[in-house]
């Protein structure tokens, strides 16, 4: 099924919550931003759900549909990075982010995340901007730098909050 996403998706069995704010790239209140497009997959990998702008960032020689394995739409680099990516989420649980990486043939570069909700696992894709790591660096260097500086763990701990 292909959906705008505003609201978490729901199946016969499962629920894929899309909506939790701080675990993907594009998330804002469960809004799936226009510059950010989600995939829920099955435990096997199969396409579950997907926004629909997917179309706007996986370049696919095959069709994008529910039912689809997520192998018939990368490229075989793309789903060898998926097939890590999906192997170490599986095993630590935790969110897996990944910057610059080409998940379909023709040199588009994206930033991913992938995280579980229940069984399933929805990914989040932007399109990549250099850039934008040293913007969120420079932001974050003076504060930093100030936990650095301070001489006590109580004083580091005043300066992080």
């Known amino acids: ?19 939790s704010t701080g675990q993907g790239l594009s998330h804002t209140s469960g809004w799936v931003q226009s510059f950010g497009a989600v995939i829920a997959l099955t435990p096997d990998s199969i396409i579950g759900y997907y926004s629909a702008n997917l179309h706007d960032f ?6 994008i549909k529910p039912g689809t394995h997520l192998s018939a739409i990368l490229s075989p680099a793309g789903w060898a990075t998926m097939q890590r990516t999906l192997h170490k989420l599986r095993n630590s ?18 930033d991913m995340a992938a995280r579980m909700s229940g069984d399933n696992i929805v990914i989040d894709i932007e399109h990549h901007m250099p850039q934008q790591h ?8 003076p504060a930093i730098d100030s936990i650095r500086q301070a001489a006590t763990i109580d004083m580091k701990c005043q300066q992080a909050v």
């Open 1 to 19: 099924m292909t959906v705008d996403l505003q609201k978490p998706c729901r199946s016969a069995k499962n629920t894929v919550d899309v909506a």
């Open 58 to 63: 996986i370049d696919s020689r095959n069709p």
């Open 93 to 110: 649980k935790l969110p897996q982010r990944h910057y610059g990486i080409e998940l379909c043939d023709g040199g588009r570069l994206l």
């Open 134 to 141: 040293i913007v969120v660096s420079e932001s974050l260097q």
